[in-house]
């Protein structure tokens, strides 16, 4: 699956131009155009990476930052700050409020990217592995395979994406709308009903005999790869092997 980065930029053209060049090199874009708005936004469904203009209508990139790194769910998202000022003690400024990088307008694109794969690696090795493994259950990515406790599984395309995203981020719940807005990405016309049906498909092909469920539904907010899952699986193992 795709990394997904925001940009948060005013200045249209410039904001094209990266969503051109980063979804040119694989990755999924949004592009938001207001500071207020990028707050919002962020809250609702954090990306993998922002990059992050200092000055923007609504809200400055310096109070998001500084927003974003107070929240549990966001203070560790990579953070690439965008600027023009490239005085020795705006940057200082930019690093200390939370930014993990910092680049000065006019830059090169080709290494914004660079900088946007260096950061996602160190960030997120899992985004980069190509296997995928919790409590009994592997994904291996570049062969689209997946098996459980050594039983192959066969999954159709959206629920190997859906099972992906949750094993790249266990235990952390989802609601539909972020499901929707993560797997489906564009097709906006997907109603939130398709994302239980799909589930209950995921479901129904990882679960055998009396295994346990390792997808949790949390009532009213959405679903998880439970937490606790890896620990029965390996419990389960350890019974069958004394």
């Known amino acids: 699956m795709n990394a997904r980065i925001a940009i948060v930029e005013d200045e249209e053209a410039l904001a094209l131009l990266l969503r051109y060049n ?6 999924t874009v949004e592009t938001i155009a207001r500071g207020d708005e990028a707050d919002l936004r962020l809250r609702e469904a954090p990306p993998d990476l922002v990059i992050l203009d200092w000055m923007l209508p609504g809200l400055s990139g310096i109070e998001i930052c500084r927003r974003l790194r107070a929240r549990t769910e966001t203070k560790s998202l990579p953070i690439i700050m965008l600027t023009a000022r490239s005085e020795e003690a705006e940057r200082i400024r930019g690093l200390t409020t939370g930014a993990d990088d910092y680049i000065v307008k006019p830059f090169s694109v080709s290494e914004l990217i ?3 794969g260096a950061l996602l690696r160190r960030a997120s090795p899992e985004r980069v592995a190509n296997m995928l493994s919790y ?7 570049e062969k689209k395979r997946v098996s459980r406790g050594g039983r192959p599984i066969e999954l159709g395309p959206t629920e190997f994406r859906l099972l992906e995203f ?3 981020r266990p235990g952390r719940v989802f609601s539909r709308e972020q499901l929707l807005d993560s797997v ?3 097709e906006k016309y997907i109603d ?3 994302v239980d049906v799909h589930i ?3 479901r129904k092909a990882l679960i055998s ?22 620990k029965v699986a390996q419990d389960a193992v350890e019974r069958v092997e004394t």
């Open 184 to 186: 489906w990405g564009s």
């Open 166 to 168: 949750f094993m790249e």
């Open 22 to 27: 980063l979804e040119m090199a694989n990755y």
């Open 192 to 194: 939130e009903r398709t």
């Open 209 to 230: 005999n009396h295994e346990a469920d390792p997808i949790r539904t949390v009532r009213g907010s959405g679903y998880a790869l439970d937490d606790q899952f890896a």
């Open 200 to 202: 209950g498909r995921l």
């Open 114 to 116: 660079a900088r946007v």
């Open 135 to 141: 409590g009994d259950i592997t994904v291996d990515r």
